[in-house]
Each structure stands twice: as C-alpha cells, then as structure tokens.
C-alpha cells in the first residue's frame, strides 16, 4: 500500500520538475510556452487545408474540427510512445546512484508531455469553440474529461512498457517511429472512419485509435459511453497499480539492464 501511494505522495516533486523543464524550454521567448498550442494550431491549419482540397471534404469547417482534435491527441500519444524506449537510459545515473523509485522518473515525463497537450489543447479549444463550434468549450473542457483521464492513464502505461521493452530491444528506438507513422496514416485520424469502407476493422483493433475515439467523440459531438469509460478507468487504474509495485520490485532488473 506504501507503495501505491507513492505518485500522490511525491506529486508535488514530480510535477514540478516537469513544469520547470517546459520553462527552460522557452525561457528567452516572448510568447514562452504558449508556442506549444501556436505551433500546434499552425500544424492543424495546414494540414486541414491541404488534405481539405486534396479529399475534396464538403464541410471545411466540420473537417478542420476533426482534424484539430484529432490530431491534437494524436500528438500526445505518439510523443509519449516515441521517447518511451529512451527514457529509462537518459535516468541511468540517477538510477544508478540514487534509491529513488523508478516510477518517479516515468511521472516526471508524463507530467511533462501531459502539461504539452493541455497547454496544445486550450489553444485548440478556445480557438474553435469562437470560430467553428461554441459548443466545443464545454464538451473540451467538461464533458471529455473522462476520457481524457483515461487516455492520460492508457499512455503512462504504454510509455512503461515501451521503456522496460527498449531495455531489451535497443533497435526499438528505431522501429517506434516507423510503426508509429504507419499506425497514422492507416488510422481515421486524418479521414473518417467510414472512408475506409471494408477495412473498417483496421480501426476497431487499432488501440490508439481506440483511446483517440473517445476523446473525439465527446469533445466534438458531446457523447460519452459513461458506463463504458468507467470500465476502463478501473481497468487503466488496475494496471497502473500493478506497473507501480512491479517497477519497485523489478529496479535491480532494471539498474541490471542500463
């Protein structure tokens, strides 16, 4: 139990190293960390433009909406996956010369990447709920909260296991970015769902595109299977507990591998 309570225990330590890594990020910048959502919406423009005209989609701003969002979660699950092979090994002195729990260092990167989307998110919302859809800025912000807390607990696990498997596999590192590219441009991320006609089950066994969904679904449309996304939050919460005890028992493995 001592050790479950670990991440609420040291939460203020590992957040704020986390937001102390954003500020360096943009210490000499006038705008500082709002260039995390402006570079987001940039991206979001242009992509929406080009692939507007190239699918010929009859409703631009329906199409832009889908796009922002969609990408906008993309961005932090890709992010989260691709550093994850790396990160135990860029902690290797720390793990090495200090007693403290492997989970921390997992935490501190969350944070990181989670502070990233909500700062890309904000922009994304505010922006879209005053051009494109009022509507958005409570469905954004109230009503995809629970899938957004489930996506945030979905890719802390992801990220500890792509970590523990980049310690056995160091070619992983190499393999992620292309797998991840591939999982995008075959995802409705860019498209819709129904666009891929028979291949429609290319989706529904795609998990990032599962935990995607959701998010979408309520922040665009407002519906949220809440029965559903309970399910997994006990499930992600089940799963989260069990990496927190195995990444305590597991460090000589660990420190073994570095």
Known sequence: MHELLYPIRTFRAWWYSASLRTQARFQRTLLGSSWLGISNLLSVLVLAFVYGVLLKVPNPKEYFLYIAVGLTVWQFISTIISTAPTLLRDHKEKLLNTTTHPIFYFLEEWAFQIQTF??????????LSIFVQPSLLWQGVFIAVLPIINLFLFCI?????????????QD????????????FLSSPVLFSKVNLGDHQWIA???????????????????????????????ANLVACGFLVLGLGRWRQWIVFNL
């Open 118 to 127: 909500l700062q890309a998110w904000a922009i994304i919302i505010v922006v």
């Open 157 to 169: 696990g992801v990220q500890i296991f792509f970590a523990l498997a980049g310690l056995l596999f």
């Open 172 to 183: 992983l590192f190499q393999v992620i970015p292309m797998m991840l590219q591939l999982t």
């Open 204 to 234: 529904n066994w795609n998990p990032l595109f599962l935990i995607l969904a959701p998010v979408r679904e309520a922040a665009i449309a407002g519906n949220v299977a809440i029965l559903q996304q309970l399910i997994i939050l006990f």
